[in-house]
């Protein structure tokens, strides 16, 4: 049985603490403070699942509405009901819930503080952002296959977030991935859950808070750090939870009026205080109460930079050791240095890359600074994990809302990239794809891949589509092709982190960089503090295979440091990856002797490059 308890009756903890918009739960007291913000409501009542209403009314702060309730069950639903101040009574949703219906207005209590206690023994607080290899999934359409697939009849659990811990992670982990980045987790209509109905309330089509509670904890056991994306800027275009909220319908109502538009959706409007605490209340949920180590924020440009700006500062000052990323088109580094931000997703390499080997880009451009920008990073990326790399595509150039035709009319988005080079069929195509994977790893910046890229899976991704969601079966039934560039990408994934001094050096730690001015191959050594690799990056056709090419390295800043003799340690055409074992220079792990005919301030080495390839030696004295 419900009952209003008055103001003056509530213990001092609660009137002291803090006033926070929504349902908030104290078990200890079995209370419960509705709180809702409307700047047109006449009357407005909390209703029950049997349709019991209880009246609100006005709290300390101007046109918040409050009721204290006593008798309440976690798990019970609830919705408010409104009378607007132009006579309409509406139903609606609580915008700060945490777990609600679907298809109804019923939203769910929850006691927000057990999370919060249990993510403590369990938070990651110093994970190593340079050291992160990042795997972005989709989460329904990453699992959904797998009990299918992988002919598993003893799965009962159907929560995507659970099957995630118990079967994803243990494949991701294997692979060498120590970061999942899931796409948009909270209550969204559509498929990819870029177009938010709610910005706190877990998507109920994926499981329940425990269940992602389960995913975050099984994620930190593994030394897996969890980042999520989240979409602040605009409200779902269709099935909108807080159109026309309090019953004031000018352009959109409260939650929109004078917000502009993205395109794919209203913004919100950003000049009300309440908009603003309702952004940071949206990441407070996740990196508070569910304990996920970092947020990736969508098309931040489409926020006010001066609102955006005041949000990171806070996020900042709560929780200075999550990982922040920034999703800005074009990329731009000063949503780093002046805006807050740890790292910005890097899209142009990917398309700098396709239309290079389209032919679009030359040998010239390669020459004066495409080269660079790839691997040395782009201007303005002073440490290695400011720069997302996903030169092999993300879910913006992998997915597919028009059944494998062309969207918006660009072709080189909407496929995997391995079917814009031929197909998994194809040979060249499935040895540009090792070497853009490898070239990620060696490069000035934090690797990542979207799902199924390391199957090499063909077309598109589409969550709706059975065929085009992540295919658990090439897996199970051992595909060759599949297990090459997985086995690649598992060993490229471990040398980085065994030589994370080198290879996940916060800074610039390049030496000895060359661009061949008539070939698109480049060398350059990456250095630690007592070893050094020689890398070395061929995107062209040409090859050379009878230790014939010459590669010069500098005796005073390199060779009489790190030393002057190599050993292959890796070779993205190696014959378990699908190449063949007599591209590498001498057997692996067989000393490499300089030329004798160097000069006094270099040595040289006569090295075989097969094409389309990265390969590394380590330096040795």
């Given at each position: 049985?419900?009952?209003?308890?008055e103001?003056?009756q509530?213990?001092?903890?609660?009137?002291?603490?803090?006033?926070?918009?929504?349902?908030?739960?104290?078990?200890?007291?079995?209370?419960?403070?509705?709180?809702?913000?409307?700047?047109?409501?006449?009357?407005?009542?909390?209703?029950?699942?049997?349709?019991?209403?209880?009246?609100?009314?006005?709290?300390?702060?101007?046109?918040?509405?409050?009721?204290?309730i006593?008798g309440?069950?976690?798990?019970?639903?609830?919705?408010y009901?409104?009378?607007?101040?132009?006579?309409?009574?509406?139903?609606?949703?609580?915008?700060?819930?945490?777990?609600?219906?679907?298809?109804?207005?019923?939203?769910?209590?929850?006691?927000?503080?057990?999370?919060?206690e249990?993510i403590?023994?369990?938070?990651?607080?110093?994970?190593?952002?340079?050291?992160?290899?990042?795997?972005?999934?989709?989460?329904?359409?990453?699992?959904?296959?797998?009990?299918e697939?992988?002919?598993?009849?003893?799965?009962t659990?159907?929560?995507?977030?659970?099957?995630?811990?118990?079967?994803?992670?243990?494949?991701?982990?294997?692979?060498?991935f120590?970061?999942?980045?899931?796409?948009?987790?909270?209550?969204?209509?559509?498929e990819?859950?870029?177009?938010p109905?709610?910005?706190?309330?877990?998507?109920?089509?994926?499981?329940?808070?425990?269940?992602?509670?389960?995913?975050?904890?099984?994620?930190?056991?593994?030394?897996?750090?969890?980042?999520?994306?989240?979409?602040?800027?605009h409200?779902?275009s269709?099935?909108?939870?807080?159109w026309?909220?309090?019953?004031?319908?000018?352009?959109?109502?409260?939650y929109?009026?004078?917000?502009?538009?993205t395109g794919?959706?209203?913004?919100?409007?950003f000049?009300?205080?309440?908009?603003?605490?309702?952004?940071?209340e949206?990441?407070?949920?996740l990196?508070?109460e569910?304990?996920?180590?970092?947020?990736?924020?969508?098309?931040?440009?489409?926020?006010?930079?001066?609102?955006?700006?005041?949000?990171?500062?806070?996020?900042?000052?709560?929780?200075?050791?999550?990982?922040?990323?920034?999703?800005?088109?074009?990329?731009?580094?000063q949503?780093?240095?002046?805006?807050?931000?740890?790292?910005?997703?890097?899209?142009?390499?990917?398309?700098?890359?396709?239309?290079?080997?389209?032919?679009?880009?030359?040998?010239?451009?390669?020459?004066?600074?495409?080269?660079?920008?790839?691997?040395?990073?782009?201007?303005?990326?002073?440490?290695?994990?400011q720069?997302i790399?996903?030169?092999?595509?993300?879910?913006?150039?992998?997915?597919?809302?028009?059944?494998g035709?062309?969207?918006?009319?660009?072709?080189?988005?909407?496929?995997?990239?391995i079917?814009?080079?031929?197909?998994?069929?194809?040979?060249?195509?499935?040895?540009?794809?090792r070497?853009?994977?490898?070239?990620?790893?060696?490069?000035?910046?934090?690797p990542?891949?979207?799902?199924?890229?390391?199957?090499?899976?063909?077309?598109?991704?589409?969550?709706?589509?059975?065929?085009?969601?992540?295919?658990?079966?090439?897996?199970?039934?051992?595909?060759?092709?599949?297990?090459?560039?997985?086995?690649?990408?598992q060993?490229?994934?471990?040398?980085?982190i065994?030589?994370?001094?080198?290879?996940?050096?916060?800074?610039?730690?390049?030496?000895?960089?060359?661009?061949?001015?008539?070939?698109?191959?480049?060398?350059?050594?990456?250095y630690?503090?007592k070893?050094?690799?020689?890398?070395?990056?061929?995107?062209?056709?040409?090859?050379?295979l009878?230790?014939?090419?010459?590669?010069?390295?500098?005796?005073?800043?390199?060779?009489?440091?790190?030393?002057?003799?190599l050993?292959?340690?890796?070779?993205?055409?190696?014959?378990?990856?699908?190449?063949?074992d007599?591209?590498?220079?001498?057997?692996?792990?067989?000393?490499?002797?300089?030329?004798?005919?160097?000069?006094?301030?270099?040595?040289?080495?006569?090295l075989?490059?097969?094409?389309?390839?990265?390969?590394?030696?380590e330096?040795?004295?």
């Amino acid at each position: 049985m419900w009952n209003i308890v008055e103001k003056d009756q509530l213990p001092e903890s609660i009137v002291t603490g803090p006033r926070k918009l929504g349902s908030t739960y104290y078990y200890e007291n079995q209370i419960c403070a509705f709180r809702l913000w409307g700047e047109h409501i006449k009357k407005c009542w909390v209703s029950n699942d049997i349709g019991e209403l209880y009246e609100m009314g006005p709290d300390l702060e101007k046109n918040i509405y409050v009721v204290f309730i006593t008798g309440i069950k976690e798990g019970e639903s609830y919705h408010y009901i409104i009378e607007s101040t132009n006579g309409e009574q509406v139903h609606r949703r609580d915008p700060y819930a945490r777990f609600a219906d679907y298809n109804s207005d019923k939203c769910f209590i929850i006691n927000s503080t057990k999370y919060r206690e249990d993510i403590a023994k369990n938070r990651n607080y110093n994970f190593d952002k340079s050291s992160l290899i990042i795997y972005e999934l989709h989460v329904e359409s990453f699992i959904a296959r797998y009990a299918e697939d992988m002919k598993d009849k003893e799965i009962t659990n159907k929560s995507y977030f659970h099957q995630i811990a118990d079967y994803g992670l243990p494949y991701i982990s294997q692979l060498g991935f120590n970061c999942i980045e899931l796409m948009p987790i909270m209550e969204y209509c559509g498929e990819w859950g870029y177009n938010p109905r709610l910005l706190m309330c877990i998507h109920s089509m994926l499981g329940s808070i425990d269940d992602f509670c389960y995913l975050v904890e099984k994620c930190h056991k593994n030394n897996i750090t969890i980042i999520i994306d989240i979409v602040l800027h605009h409200g779902a275009s269709k099935m909108n939870s807080l159109w026309n909220y309090d019953g004031y319908s000018h352009k959109g109502g409260i939650y929109f009026e004078n917000g502009g538009d993205t395109g794919w959706g209203a913004k919100f409007s950003f000049n009300k205080k309440e908009i603003r605490d309702m952004l940071y209340e949206a990441c407070n949920v996740l990196l508070g109460e569910y304990g996920v180590d970092g947020l990736r924020f969508d098309s931040v440009h489409n926020l006010p930079y001066n609102i955006l700006k005041e949000l990171i500062s806070k996020l900042r000052q709560e929780y200075p050791y999550a990982y922040l990323i920034a999703e800005v088109v074009p990329e731009n580094p000063q949503y780093v240095h002046n805006c807050g931000f740890d790292s910005c997703w890097i899209h142009s390499s990917y398309y700098d890359i396709l239309d290079l080997k389209r032919g679009f880009k030359t040998q010239q451009e390669w020459n004066k600074g495409l080269c660079k920008s790839i691997i040395q990073g782009h201007n303005g990326f002073n440490k290695s994990f400011q720069s997302i790399l996903t030169m092999l595509g993300n879910h913006d150039q992998i997915g597919n809302r028009v059944n494998g035709h062309i969207p918006h009319g660009d072709d080189r988005v909407g496929r995997y990239l391995i079917d814009q080079f031929g197909g998994r069929l194809n040979w060249d195509a499935r040895a540009y794809c090792r070497m853009l994977y490898s070239i990620q790893c060696i490069s000035f910046g934090t690797p990542m891949i979207f799902m199924g890229t390391e199957n090499n899976q063909c077309e598109w991704w589409a969550p709706k589509e059975k065929n085009h969601c992540f295919n658990w079966s090439v897996i199970k039934l051992q595909d060759q092709i599949s297990k090459e560039m997985r086995d690649m990408i598992q060993s490229i994934n471990k040398i980085k982190i065994d030589m994370k001094d080198i290879f996940c050096s916060e800074t610039h730690n390049f030496l000895d960089f060359k661009v061949n001015p008539s070939f698109l191959v480049t060398s350059f050594v990456r250095y630690g503090d007592k070893r050094a690799c020689l890398c070395i990056v061929n995107m062209d056709s040409k090859e050379w295979l009878n230790k014939e090419y010459v590669i010069k390295i500098s005796k005073q800043n390199t060779a009489n440091f790190y030393g002057d003799k190599l050993m292959q340690i890796y070779n993205s055409q190696d014959s378990r990856f699908g190449g063949w074992d007599t591209s590498y220079t001498q057997p692996i792990n067989t000393v490499i002797y300089c030329n004798s005919s160097h000069s006094e301030s270099t040595i040289e080495f006569l090295l075989n490059i097969p094409k389309y390839s990265v390969t590394i030696y380590e330096l040795i004295k």
